[in-house]
């Protein structure tokens, strides 16, 4: 009997069929709701191997009862929506997607930054409910980007590729990360400061942090109240970095100036949610890995990993 796949969004058939010889395909039909936990919870239990989204919680309760599973494939370079510690004790592999989409989300991540920056959605949308009477000087006017200095906090690969872009855009560069990377700082310009003097010194604030126990709330009214009035908050990351009462007070009250966020702490987002109520927020559904091209190598990248792990063999990207 060929093992089971179970996939939870429609996996392109143009890539699973390469395996179809090997493997059987399961896959979640529905594209506009995920799989209900009981449905996920019957497949788990026969899978040998599991493909799933970031929007899966993949939690310890599920992984007790996978009793064939050989490895947990994250169609994302973050896992936090996986129960590490769990697939581990069953010697469940875990494999995640880096390097093919680091450069689409520093895109995305330098897109937000721009629109944020430069009122790109309210002006859209000024223009589309027919407000435009008249060219003024100060008709929608934003920040300027280039020159200013960008605040990363977090210099992983992402990290690196948004602080490319930014030399791009003649940018001061400060980093903020766990442990300081002298190659980077040689390689690219950046100088190493403690969280502290990021929040100090950055008109732009970049959140490219892994959520892990250590990251949760840190940008909190703390932060918020480091910052400059004038400073631009960017999460590419995941909404739990953020404590999301104090961000939207910062935001209405004036401690900073606007929000660029693709990540939030519930995905998706209610359309009544305080923060798509201000004109200082750009929000975006969680689309920073978005290009069809990387979407396809992401699907790739865990077809190869299942493959090598059915195979008895070492996958390309462990976590
Ligand atoms: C998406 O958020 C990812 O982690 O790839
Ligand atoms: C993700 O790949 C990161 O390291 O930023």
């Known amino acids: ?107 995305l991540g330098f897109a937000l930054l721009l629109a944020t920056a430069r009122r790109l959605i309210e002006a859209n949308n000024f223009i589309r409910q027919g407000e435009w009477k008249e060219w003024s000087p100060y008709l929608l006017a934003g920040a300027d980007v280039h020159h200013k200095t960008i605040g990363i906090v977090g210099m992983g690969r992402i990290g690196k590729a948004m602080a490319r872009r930014a030399q791009g855009f003649g940018m001061n560069i400060v980093y903020h990360n766990r442990s300081r990377d002298e190659a980077a700082e040689k390689e690219l310009g950046v100088t190493y400061v403690s969280f502290h003097d990021l929040l100090n010194q950055a008109d732009f604030v970049v959140s490219v942090v892994p959520f892990t126990h250590e990251t949760k709330d840190m940008f909190n009214s703390h932060a918020f109240q480091m910052m400059k009035e004038t400073a631009v908050f960017i999460n590419i990351s995941r909404g739990g970095v953020v404590n999301e009462a104090d961000l939207i007070h910062a935001l209405q009250s004036g401690v900073i100036q606007a929000a660029g966020l693709d990540v939030f702490k519930e995905e998706p987002i209610q359309k009544n949610h305080p923060l798509l109520q201000l004109p200082n927020v750009v929000a975006l559904p969680h689309i920073g890995s978005a290009s069809v091209e990387t979407r396809t190598n992401m699907w790739k990248l865990c077809l190869d990993n299942v493959a090598a792990v059915l195979n008895g063999e070492s996958p390309k990207t462990p976590v």
């Not at 973050?78 to 769990?86: K, M, Q």
């Open 1 to 107: 009997k060929k093992p089971l796949v179970y996939v939870t969004r429609n996996i392109p058939t143009e890539l699973s069929k390469a395996y179809e010889e090997k493997f059987t395909f399961f896959c979640w039909e529905e594209e506009e709701t995920p799989v209900p936990r009981e449905e996920l919870r019957k497949h788990l239990q026969i899978a040998d191997a599991l493909i799933c989204m970031v929007s899966d919680s993949i939690d310890k309760l599920l992984i007790k009862d996978a009793d064939h599973l050989k490895i947990i494939a994250n169609l994302a370079v973050g896992y936090d929506n996986i129960c590490i510690e769990a697939a581990k004790s069953r010697g469940i592999i875990v494999t995640n997607t880096p390097d093919v989409l680091t450069e689409t989300t520093a895109d």
